[in-house]
């Protein structure tokens, strides 16, 4: 029976982002660990949840949308759930609490600048969303303005009252959009100010991390899931390790120093572009990036001969599809370590991969999103069959970009 529990947020009941705030913490973690119970029970034993000492403030990454309201007053805040109405909100109790800070004072500064918010239904104005990307662990700034139009008269006023209000700020893009729809950023960008990404600390590591790039939005927890996947992998020194649906190159860079050689793949270019960097920023001679399709590379691996040992997952909330997993079961490697946002689709992926020949030996929830329904979940699988022959890796063409 679930208790009587007053949701700290005022936004709870018209927001819809937090899901569980009528519920105390401490309840949602027995709530979240029974599902992910009931969804992969059958095939592991599944942990107790790891969550947070302080399950607020965690989200290194934030949006808020900007437009006119019934009354034509300006608002800025998160979109209800299936729709376009917007929500004002001043201050998350999940979100960074300065780049809440910035994002209100941008707000603020709209009229002065002459600036108008793009209103949907004229298809008139300018200015779209605000996205802001903070290093917890460096104090970086990134502030994205998405706008419909490169054109900004007041630009180098606007830039110059907002670093001086907030000189954590290291760098300010506008990110071009005028295309209706659900996405947020556009693919043409304009540096204003400083650089056009931040820098991050994570598990002893530090990543670029550029405003289309995906990057954990929980730091504190991002580096218990980290160090629970490369413990999983059991990694000697010895092992080629690939890391599909790599991003900007996190969980195989985390591995990298107890590893041989760690390929990754990834559709998006621009975070290929930055685990490259991330690779040469972090001094790594044994670590390949590639753009292109994980299910397809899966596909030209298991024919090209290549086995790596470890094998890292971490797809999309909709899973890996069943091609990759297929090509994953033909490439047959000894361990592989998956990392899921929604266990719905790990056990779903989990019946094709114990079906063709593997074994889940330790299952780990990680709550990454308190006050949500949402479950990480780290997940490790065991080939069970004995002989295994390692292929090395040498990258046949520029397209593999090899480090050195």
């Known amino acids: ?35 992910c119970i009931a969804l992969l ?60 800070a910035v994002i209100r004072d941008i707000r603020a ?23 802001i990307r903070r290093g917890f662990a460096t104090g970086q700034m990134l ?18 009252k907002l670093t001086e209000l907030h000189p954590e700020i290291t760098g300010i893009v506008l990110n071009l959009n005028d295309r209706f729809g659900p996405v947020v950023l556009g693919t043409r960008e304009k540096l204003l100010f400083g650089t056009p990404y931040i820098e991050d600390e994570l598990c002893g590591k530090r990543f670029r991390i550029s405003p289309r790039s995906f990057y954990q939005i929980n730091p504190v927890q991002t580096e218990k899931l980290y160090r629970c996947a490369v413990d999983f992998a059991a990694l000697t020194g010895k092992e080629t390790v690939l890391d599909a649906y790599c991003g900007i190159g996190t969980i195989g860079i985390t591995a990298s120093d107890k590893a041989r050689q760690v390929i990754g793949v990834e559709l998006n270019r621009d975070a290929v572009h930055d685990a490259i960097a991330n690779a040469r920023l972090n001094g790594l001679k044994n670590c390949w990036f590639t ?26 909330r909709a899973g890996c599809d069943e091609r990759f997993l297929r090509s994953l079961l033909k490439c047959a490697p000894e361990r592989v370590v998956y990392v899921s946002c929604d266990p719905r689709t790990l ?22 999103f308190p006050w949500t329904e949402h479950v990480e979940t780290v997940c490790c699988l065991y080939h069970q069959k004995k002989d295994f022959i390692s292929v090395p890796y040498e990258p046949k063409d520029a397209s593999y970009l090899k480090q050195r």
Not at 53 to 70: M, S, W
């Open 109 to 131: 500064m709209l009229p002065e600048f002459k600036i108008k918010v793009f209103d949907e239904r004229s298809g008139t104005g300018w200015l779209r969303h605000v996205l």
């Open 347 to 368: 056990a779903r992926d989990l019946k094709l991969l114990t079906a063709g020949g593997y074994r889940a030996e330790k299952i780990q929830p990680v709550d990454m």
């Open 291 to 316: 753009a292109g399709d994980a299910g397809e590379y899966m596909e030209q691996t298991a024919r090209g001969g290549l086995r790596p040992e470890v094998v890292f997952l971490d797809p999309p």
């Open 143 to 160: 502030v994205v303005l998405v706008a419909v139009s490169p054109i900004f008269p007041l630009q180098k006023p606007f830039v110059k």
């Open 41 to 100: 029970g059958d095939f592991g034993h599944v942990e107790p949840i790891w969550g947070m000492d302080e399950p607020t403030r965690y989200r290194n990454k934030v949006h808020a949308a900007f437009a006119l309201d019934n009354r034509r007053k300006l608002v800025s805040g998160i979109y209800q759930p299936g729709s376009h109405a917007i929500v004002p909100v001043d201050d998350c109790m999940i979100e960074d609490a300065a780049s809440d």
């Open 1 to 35: 029976m679930e208790s009587t529990f007053t949701p700290p947020c005022p936004y709870f009941k018209k927001c819809g982002g937090c899901q569980l705030q009528h519920l105390p913490y401490a309840e949602q973690l027995r709530r979240k660990t029974g599902r």
